[in-house]
């Protein structure tokens, strides 16, 4: 390719990042410039069309990738247990266990966040369910309304960095890792997110004790014995479960899509327990889970005709150097790709970032001899924090859709500040000491 036409493959992607910023459907942002700018490079006799004819071939090896078959697993997962009312009943049965202390309710929504992350991996699920039945029992009780919302969707992004994680199976097909390994190596990241939440509300409930205040007597006391049995019966379950899907992963008796079945049957299992299972809602289930694996199924199409383009305009090798040689060598690298998420994040899905950007960061990272397990638990952490970004957050915009009037967008965006600064923290400590990631992995090698 001639020196005039190397800038071809950089304006494609940004062509395809403005139609995305537009809010045209990723699918066919992405599919109409691979066809744009395909015959723009047939017309400057630049792009050879023999790259087109690769296209059947990477459509069925999509078709037949055994890794994606667990993302509908956890998509029927998390929209069954939605639908099975477990989030009501955990929260309920925290808020009265730990309502004596001051900040209990907030610590309850933390607990309950990382359970409902580590049993549905939804994000959407979870900030809605806990953003409807925790914010109005907060709000009622005198908390302050940034600390409440702040909480609830911090706690709700926990789905993207606790396994099972759909953000994960995405990165691990992306990356060419283990989706196992990335759910092993990420449950102590996930945990110690969990836990500098938690600290920081008993440390904001320590000093400023008005904002948070213990629930009423009357509220929290409905008998030891009482409230013994309803913790067993609602805490249980969901333990158990955990320990399905990730203790078998964990011990190697299930890879992540066998583990993502036997969570179906669990999670099916435990809406006919509660008594939530019937045919209108087993439809709307099946209905949930259709769109959104057959909406992950076309971005991939379009990302893959994308891919096919944007390498026979030699845009591959165009990002390879670039990035292969920024100034600071693996440490550079790592600082501009993780700033590329993370902006990026603000304004699109995962989904798009995973089949878009993180296929030009791989080359580099193998180059530079990066572990790209590590670099997968990096980058969902680094997603997780964006997705709690002002001003675009996508889990700002799923808790603003069911928070009373009295709460304002302000309150929501002032809120969740402390707990993006923490998130920070967490991802900082994960890159500088990368054996976080790795400790669970080599115990389950």
Not at 55 to 72: D, K, S, V
Not at 136 to 143: A, E, N, S, T
């Amino acid at each position: 390719m001639t020196l005039a036409y190397e800038w071809l493959g950089p304006l494609m992607f940004a062509g395809a990042l403005v139609l995305l910023s537009l809010g045209y459907p990723v699918a066919f942002s992405l599919g109409g410039v691979a066809i744009l700018f395909g015959i723009l490079g047939i017309t400057l006799n630049i792009f050879d069309p023999i790259f087109l004819t690769a296209m059947p071939q990477r459509i069925f090896g999509i078709m037949a990738n055994y890794t994606l078959l667990a993302i509908p697993y956890f998509i029927f997962m998390g929209a069954m247990l939605e639908k099975s009312g477990i989030a009501e009943r955990l929260l309920e049965t925290m808020g009265i266990l730990l309502g004596r202390l001051r900040g209990g309710l907030a610590l309850a929504v933390v607990l309950v966040g990382a359970l409902l992350a580590a049993t549905t991996g939804v994000v959407a699920a979870t900030v809605v369910a806990m953003g409807l039945i925790s914010l109005p029992i907060m709000l009622r009780y005198g908390y302050n309304k940034e600390l409440a919302t702040g909480v609830i969707a911090a706690s709700g992004t926990l789905g993207q960095i606790i396994p099972p994680s759909v953000v994960l199976v995405v990165l691990g097909d992306q990356l060419g890792v283990s989706v196992g390994d990335l759910f092993i190596g990420s449950v102590i990241p996930g945990l110690m997110m969990a836990g500098a939440f938690a600290i920081h509300v008993l440390v904001v409930a320590f000093l400023k004790p008005d904002i948070a205040p213990a629930l009423p007597e009357e509220v929290r006391e409905i008998g030891g014995k009482a409230l013994g049995m309803r913790v067993v019966q609602v805490m249980l379950p969901p333990l158990i479960l955990i320990l399905l899907v990730l203790g078998s992963i964990f011990f190697g008796i299930a890879t992540p899509t066998e583990a993502g079945a036997v969570g179906c049957g669990g999670a099916i299992a435990l809406a006919a327990a509660n008594r939530q299972l019937t045919l209108e809602s087993l439809r709307q289930v099946c209905d949930t889970t259709l769109r959104i694996s057959s909406m992950v199924i076309f971005i991939l199409f379009g990302s893959t005709a994308f891919s096919l383009v944007f390498r026979g305009l030699n845009g591959d090798q165009f990002m390879f150097d670039v990035l292969a040689n920024l100034p600071g060598g693996k440490t550079g690298f790592l600082i501009v790709s993780m700033l590329v998420v993370f902006i990026l994040g603000f304004f699109i899905d995962f989904f798009e970032i995973a089949f878009i950007v993180v296929p030009l960061f791989v080359p580099v990272a193998q180059q530079l001899g990066i572990n790209l397990v590590w670099y997968g638990v990096v980058l969902g952490a680094n997603l997780q924090t964006s997705f709690l970004t002002p001003p675009f957050g996508f889990a700002l915009f799923y808790l603003r859709g069911v928070t009373p009037p009295e709460v304002t967008t302000a309150d929501i965006y002032r809120g969740v500040v402390p707990f993006i600064l923490l998130q920070l923290l967490v991802l900082v400590l994960i890159i500088a000491f990368p054996s976080i990631v790795s400790f669970l992995p080599s115990l389950g090698g």
